[in-house]
């Protein structure tokens, strides 16, 4: 059964980029979407950005030229990058799967705290 | 984009049914059978529980149902029980080729 783990820094100051690896455990990295999902404390989610196993990437329109993700698959990994983060970027940075073709996610890693401020 | 618009709380009592509607427009709810539903205890990951509008994930209790008309998507969910006290999100694909949620909905079991 897949497993999705994030890793990172909790704290980031403001002005600087975040930076989150997602690692993916029990299944192959190939064949499906890989996204980045936010939750800000005490709100609703939303959806960052996707990546496909083929390279191809996918980003949220207001997040747009701020946000990164690459793809490791030997190490069976990806990363969000997220550059000159402000507080409102503060929430737990879940990461997610999706098969391709298909617009669900599942399943979910357990989430980051990933908090702004200097 | 804008985020789907759901009730900010829903309530009932042990046995109950209860339904939350999720609107959107055509271009997103509206021009896809793609919407999702998610459920979210406190402190935990979300969970998925309905996928292309009213199909349910092996495992998932067969008393979550979808559905969709128009711009607007619905989760219903029959014999509540308490341990369905929990956050539920709508999802759905848009014609941006993006993906949007839901506010969320709070739901309380009386």
């Known amino acids: 059964q897949v497993h999705l783990q994030e890793s990172g820094p909790g704290l980031v100051k403001p002005s600087e980029t975040l930076s989150l690896t997602c690692t993916v455990s029990g299944g192959s990295i190939s064949s499906f979407h890989w996204s980045w999902i936010r939750q800000p404390p005490g709100k609703g989610l939303e959806w960052v950005g996707y990546i496909s196993y083929s390279g191809s990437t996918n980003y949220n329109p207001s997040l747009r030229g701020r946000v990164t993700i690459s793809l490791d698959t030997p190490k069976n990994q990806f990363s969000l990058k997220l550059s000159s983060v402000t507080a409102a970027d503060t929430a737990v940075y879940y990461c997610?799967?999706?098969?391709?073709?298909?617009?669900?996610?599942?399943?979910w890693g357990q989430g980051t705290l990933v908090t702004v401020s200097s | 984009q804008s985020a789907l618009t759901q009730p900010a709380s829903v309530s009932g009592s042990p046995g109950q049914s209860i339904t939350i509607s999720c609107t959107g427009t055509?271009?997103?709810?509206?021009?896809?059978?793609?919407v999702s539903w998610y459920q979210q205890h406190p402190g935990k990951a979300p969970k998925l529980m309905i996928y292309d509008v009213s199909y349910r994930p092996s495992g998932v209790s067969n008393r979550f149902s979808g559905s969709k008309s128009g711009n607007t998507a619905s989760l219903t969910i029959s014999g509540l029980q308490a341990e369905d006290e929990a956050g539920y999100y709508c999802?759905?694909?848009?014609?941006?080729?993006?993906?949007?949620f839901g506010g969320g909905t709070k739901l309380t079991v009386l």
């Open positions: 997610a799967r999706t098969p391709i073709g298909r617009n669900w996610f599942d399943p």
């Open positions: 999802s759905s694909y848009t014609s941006i080729n993006s993906r949007v």
């Open positions: 055509s271009s997103d709810i509206g021009g896809y059978h793609y």
